[in-house]
């Protein structure tokens, strides 16, 4: 049972110059329009944003963490709440990640072997095992729309025995996944391992699509490669999965990143960037990232993004964002998130147009052109507001 009924993805357009890909995707709690950036509620909240706001900002989609809701509060509060979506009241679809990245990020804390892995809670010590069934587990309680098969992240870099190893336990518990699934209400996608290595790659996709999940994902990446190694590794690999179904990036979602892989034929992206650099007073436009700490902000009365429209944009100014910035209110780290999020979704709606228009090439080129522009010139801009300090 691996949820393939809860879920219809249907391919609408396709890019005539790229691999870029236009789809919908229905699922249990809401329709899904694709390529789409999923942002990040990892303990069941999207950090600084109310769900309406959300909303409002154009989030169709979000995710959450079964590692650390399996921690706090616990699978079965969440459970008989009515699962993520009562727990937070949140009525659209939501992803689960299986618990598997915390095997790469917490590596100091865990042991792996081929019955799962081994954690101490960075919480307060506890031996905790999480195993695949163990993860299904967790995440048939939580109740996503989607939830992952719990695999190895190994991290770059590393011997390609590490990878290799990687790849065929991964491909191992991805059954045992499956095997283990018990809710035709949430559809299970697989995960793609592999490194840096072609053939390797070659070989997980083949062994993850054997296993008919309706949705795969390429996993592994941003953990440590360069970003040219990154949108390589995801350009080779990506067409190789099965064209029928969502293809999901994890863990990136950079603007310059989400750009170039929606040419390779990438779905769905998510990604803490926008959520954590609100926080930390850097806000995103279509000039160059915004440093709202700067003194040259001071007397700047005008929103973050003329063109935005998001409730930022429409009722404060650069200015006032500065002030709750250096002031450290949480009211700044609030609405920059609302404003952030705001920017990814456009960008994503601005995408999804020029497929439908057969115009994702140039999009793409003139996308990363101004990009580039623009971070030269806040580059020599920060360098003259810390000159001046």
């Not at 031996?127 to 587990?137: A, D, K, N």
């Not at 996944?177 to 053939?199: T, Y």
């Not at 228009?357 to 003139?366: I, L, S, V």
């Amino acid at each position: 049972m691996l949820g393939s009924d809860c879920l219809r993805f249907t391919l609408v357009a396709q890019d005539p110059s790229t691999r870029a890909r236009l789809g919908r995707l229905e699922l249990p709690h809401g329709l899904v329009e694709t390529p789409v950036f999923m942002p990040v509620g990892t303990q069941g909240t999207v950090k600084g944003i109310l769900p309406r706001d959300l909303l409002e900002g154009g989030a169709t989609i979000i995710l959450a963490n079964t590692y650390h809701l399996a921690l706090r509060p616990g699978p079965e509060i969440v459970r008989d709440a009515g699962g993520l979506h009562g727990f937070m009241s949140w009525t659209g679809p939501i992803l689960t990640d299986s618990g598997g990245f915390q095997v790469f990020s917490l590596a100091s804390l865990n042991r792996i072997g081929d019955d799962g892995v081994s954690f101490r809670s960075h919480i307060d010590g506890d031996l905790i095992h999480l195993s695949p069934e163990r993860s299904i587990e967790i995440q048939n309680a939580l109740g996503a729309d989607i939830i992952m098969a719990f695999d190895e992240c190994p991290p770059h870099p590393a011997s390609r025995e590490v990878v290799e190893r990687a790849v065929e336990r991964t491909a191992a518990w991805a059954a045992r996944c499956a095997a283990s699934h018990a809710r035709g209400d949430q559809a299970l996608f697989g995960i793609v391992q592999g490194g840096i290595h072609e053939d390797l790659r070659r070989r997980s996709v083949e062994q993850i699509a054997s296993l008919d999940f309706p949705g795969c994902a390429i996993g592994g990446v941003s953990v440590g490669e360069s970003p040219l190694e990154m949108r390589s590794v995801v350009d080779f690999t990506a067409p190789l999965l099965p064209e029928d179904r969502p293809r999901y990036v994890m863990g990136v979602g950079g603007p310059e990143d989400i750009v170039d892989m929606v040419a390779s034929g990438v779905d769905m992206f998510d990604c803490v960037l926008p959520t954590r650099n609100a926080r930390n007073a850097c806000l995103f436009t279509r000039q160059g990232v915004l440093r709202m700490r700067n003194q040259s902000l001071a007397r700047d009365f005008t929103p973050v993004e003329a063109d935005c429209g998001c409730a930022t944009c429409r009722g404060f100014t650069r200015a006032y964002l500065r002030h709750l910035y250096t002031r450290d209110e949480m009211l700044g780290g609030m609405l920059g998130t609302i404003h952030n999020l705001a920017f990814f979704h456009r960008l994503l709606r601005d995408i999804r147009s020029a497929i439908r228009e057969g115009m994702y090439g140039e999009f793409r080129e003139r996308f990363l052109r101004e990009s580039r522009a623009a971070s030269s010139e806040q580059s020599a801009l920060d360098g003259a507001e810390d000159s001046s300090v």
